[in-house]
């Protein structure tokens, strides 16, 4: 696994972002960069990771870091397959969870919301997947995740107000392709994570 020779230099009690390339992909150390925080922020975020693949991962994409704060966005890239129903994802999901709070107990834990998807702006590459992967689908399944933090005593952020068009799609100026987000984008979510942020010590 990529991480575990970086995992070497890692300082417990931080803060960790962990998930798919939607957590990849946060530029978090450029925003962060002025606002003097106390902890440090590491990015164990992974292009194209499920639920499944994390979970296969948990060891180096969180446990060794030994965090004391979690941000968490995973589970997007189970909606692309039609057969991921949302009880697997909820059963996945919820697994995940539970390891945490088995490995870390007394790691704070915060899920954030799925973000939206706008099919009228996707690649060609991309229409096909947003036929599945759609803003309805996305919208129960964040029902679900709200549902798992309240359940698991985890902070649910989302952002989603701030990044959608008036027909709750994600802005256009904001996505790379229908589904990834520009910097301008996270930048937006990065005001909701603000305020949780500021607060660790």
Known sequence: MRFRYLNEFVKPGQILFAGS?????????????????????????????????????????????????IFINIGTNDLNDPACTPDVLHNRYRTILSGIREHLPQ???????????????????????????????????NEMVKELAAEVGAAYIDANDDIKDEKG???AEYTVEGM???????????????????TLK
């Open 21 to 69: 390339s939607l957590m990849e992909q946060f530029p978090i150390q450029e925003f962060i960069a002025d606002f003097d925080l106390p902890l440090t922020i590491y990015n164990r975020g992974v292009g194209g990771f499920t639920t499944s693949e994390m979970l296969a991962c948990m060891q180096d994409c969180v446990y060794a870091l030994r965090p004391a704060y």
């Open 180 to 198: 990834h987000m520009y910097a301008n984008g996270y930048k937006a979510v990065l005001d909701r994570l603000l305020p949780h942020l500021l």
């Open 107 to 141: 790691a704070k834990l915060f899920l954030l919301a799925y973000y939206p998807v706008n099919p009228e702006v996707a690649a060609a590459g991309m229409k096909e997947v947003l036929k599945v992967r759609n803003n309805d689908c996305i919208c129960r399944a």
């Open 169 to 171: 799609q994600l802005k």
